[in-house]
């Protein structure tokens, strides 16, 4: 009878060769998740008492979520400009009621599966309440979510209601993260352009104030547009020359033309990008949160939401699509009357607010480890070669390719690593390899305390996509 024995866990690093078999699957059962509650890092200071922000993440996805939580309940409104919208309570909030009945509002990772945040939100409410059971101390909790699964990351860790109740408990007044942070976690924008050019965005905040009214704006920037500066320039790209990426306006003419070469050209011809149509009609959505202190009817405050969210399309270029999930809450807490501002000039102030809070979203540029001219050697080719598991279903293989290294991942797709396809590996410093794709993407090959290696990471730092080197098995020589 033939057996496979799986070597010990601590020869997973052990340098490989020979014809080994592997064993699928061997990815360590994950440790329960602990949320990661943070007030480090970059962030807007305001002075608005009435709204306290809190923000959690699992940096096991990594993923995120953020919360909103008013002093008092509030008068909140709704307006969905998206396609593909992930929403609860929405329908409540197009009721046109003048009451002030909404506690908290949650934004989310995770796609819909992250909307069990603002149910955590609601029982930590409830479980705070003197008197939980009368209809009028029920703790409404509106949200929205961003889909920051699929192309971005192999696994499925999503926000659920542990980690919305860790992120109602570090909510403060006067502070909101911006960046990786919250649900903006793994957002990303720009795939509009074709996957090549899916670059990193997140959370944004800013708050603008006109006499004795307020206005903060919290956004998370998931869209297929992409973020455009004042002065019709593009933030983000894969490419930039001398540090600038072009106006949108060139940008989206010269997308369009490709798309019309497209179809004179002959079938051998190369193809534009592919266009965020064809991806999953749930992978974008930019979703925002104005709150002012100004008292409103409630039908001044929708048509705040509607104004606002029209502004919207200056900053992220083309918006609103049918790939989008684009949600504004605009909210009231209806401190202060100032008859010197009208209802129009509010929408603008707010609308220049949302602006800011979109162009704070970008989180600072990570840069790449320096190219050192490291060579390849033969013993570290030998030593990387193996299966890595990124996830159960989807594994790398590092293999020989003459004098150098290629990989291909069998399973999930992804931006950085296109299935069923061997990609060159060029060294580039320390244990540290460029990818052969329009994205340049950096793998860096992780090593245990004995030095040996134990996996890899595509794009060390604020957005690791990690991938753990699976065992060999041998079969020993029948009986």
């Given amino acids: 009878m033939r057996l496979t024995v799986v070597l010990l866990t601590a020869l997973l690093a052990a340098p490989l060769g020979g014809n080994a078999q592997w064993a699928p699957g061997t990815r360590a059962a994950a440790a329960p998740r602990v949320p990661r509650v943070s007030f480090d890092g970059p962030a807007l200071t305001y002075d608005f008492p009435a709204v306290q922000i809190g923000a959690a993440e699992y940096e096991e996805g990594p993923t995120g979520a953020t919360v909103l939580l008013f002093r008092k309940p509030v008068m909140a409104a709704v307006d969905v400009r998206g396609g593909a919208p992930g929403t609860i309570f929405t329908d409540l909030l197009r009721l046109g009621s003048d009451k002030f009945f909404v506690s908290a509002i949650t934004l989310a990772g995770g796609s819909a599966y992250g909307l069990s945040v603002a149910t955590g939100v609601a029982n930590a409410l409830k479980e705070r309440a003197a008197n939980p059971g009368n209809w009028k101390n029920i703790a409404v909790v509106p949200g929205a979510i961003i889909f920051d699964l699929g192309l971005r990351r192999y696994n499925s860790v999503t926000p659920d209601e542990t980690l919305g109740r860790a992120a109602l408990d570090g909510a403060r007044s006067g502070w909101a993260p911006l960046g990786a942070r919250g649900a903006g976690r793994f957002a990303m924008q720009g795939y509009y352009f074709g996957r090549d050019e899916w670059q990193h965005s997140g959370q944004g905040a800013a708050f603008r104030r006109s006499g004795e009214t307020k206005v903060l704006v919290i956004t998370v920037v998931n869209a297929a547009g992409s973020v455009v500066d004042r002065k019709g320039r593009l933030m983000r790209c894969s490419h930039p020359v001398a540090g600038d990426c072009g106006a949108i306006s060139e940008r989206l003419a010269q997308h369009l033309a490709a798309l019309g070469a497209a179809k ?108 050192t001219g490291a060579a390849l050697t033969s013993a570290l080719a030998d030593a990387c070669i193996g299966r890595y598991e990124l996830a159960p279903g989807s594994v ?28 060159p590996l060029t060294l580039v410093a320390s244990d540290e390899f460029e990818l052969a794709t329009p994205r340049a993407d950096r793998l860096h090959i992780d090593r245990d305390a004995r030095g040996l290696i134990a996996g890899f990471t595509i794009n060390p730092g604020l957005w690791p996509v990690t991938a753990l080197r699976l065992p060999r098995t041998v079969e020993p020589e029948s009986e």
Avoid: C
């Fill in 396 to 423: 790398a293989e590092l293999r020989r390719n003459g004098a150098g290294l290629e990989v291909e991942v069998t399973g999930q797709d992804s931006v950085y690593l296109p299935a069923g396809k061997w990609l």
């Fill in 264 to 371: 004179r050209a002959d079938s051998n011809a190369p193809k534009p990008s592919e266009p965020a149509a064809t991806s999953t009609p749930t992978t974008n959505t930019t979703i925002t949160v104005v709150v002012t202190n100004q008292a409103l009817p409630f039908w001044a405050l929708q048509r705040l939401a509607v104004q606002v969210h029209n502004s919207m399309a200056r900053a992220i270029q083309p918006f609103g699509t049918e790939v989008d999930g684009d949600t504004l809450f605009a909210v009231s807490t209806g401190e202060v009357s100032n008859a010197g501002l009208n209802n129009v000039d509010l929408g603008t102030l707010a609308s220049e607010t949302a602006w800011d809070a979109v162009l704070a979203s970008a989180p600072a540029r990570a840069d790449a480890a320096p190219r």
